[in-house]
C-alpha cells in the first residue's frame, strides 16, 4: 500500500506520526480542503509529468495552473502530464495520493514557489484520504529526489 510506503519513509525522518487519514477522500484540492480544514491554496498538488519519457513531479499550491510557458522555458519541453496508469507504474502512486515521498530513483521532484508564500502546506501521503502537515523546508527535506524550487506556475499571485 502506498501509504505504508510513504509512512516508512517519512520514519527516517521521525515525522511519520504525523500522517494523518481521514474518513472522507481527499484526492482533489477541494476534497483534502474540507478534510484537512484550510483553504484550498495551502493544498500542496502533486501533478506528474514526463521529460524526456523520465517522469517528474511538481508540488504546486492548491490555486496555482501550471503555466505552459513558463513549464516549457524551464524544463525545453511541452507539459505532459502522466496518463493513470502511468502515475501508478511509474512514480508508484495513483492518482489522488501522488506525493513526493517514497519515490523510484528516477522520479526527480521539484517543488513551486507558489508554496513558498505559507507557513505550512498540505500535500497528500500516498493515499486519496490522506495527508501531512509540512513547511517549505520539511517539504524539501522529506522529499524523495528533490532537484529545486522552480517557478512554472500562474493564477496565484495576488
Known sequence: ???QKVRDHLKQFGVEGRIREFDVSS???ELAAVAVGVEGARIAKSLSFKVDEAPI???VAGDAKVD???YKAHFHTKAKMLTHEEAHERVG??????????LPEDVK???DVSLQ????????AGSDNSAIELTCQELERYS???????????GWQA
Open 27 to 29: 484526492a482533489t484540492v
Open 117 to 124: 508564500r505559507f507557513d505550512t502546506v498540505f500535500p497528500a
Open 1 to 3: 500500500m502506498s501509504i
Open 57 to 59: 513531479i511538481i508540488v
Open 93 to 102: 502512486h495513483d492518482v489522488g495520493g501522488v506525493c513526493p515521498f517514497a
Open 68 to 70: 505552459n510557458s513558463k
Open 144 to 154: 524523495s529526489n528533490f532537484v529545486e524550487w522552480v517557478d512554472v506556475c500562474k
Open 109 to 111: 521532484v521539484y517543488l
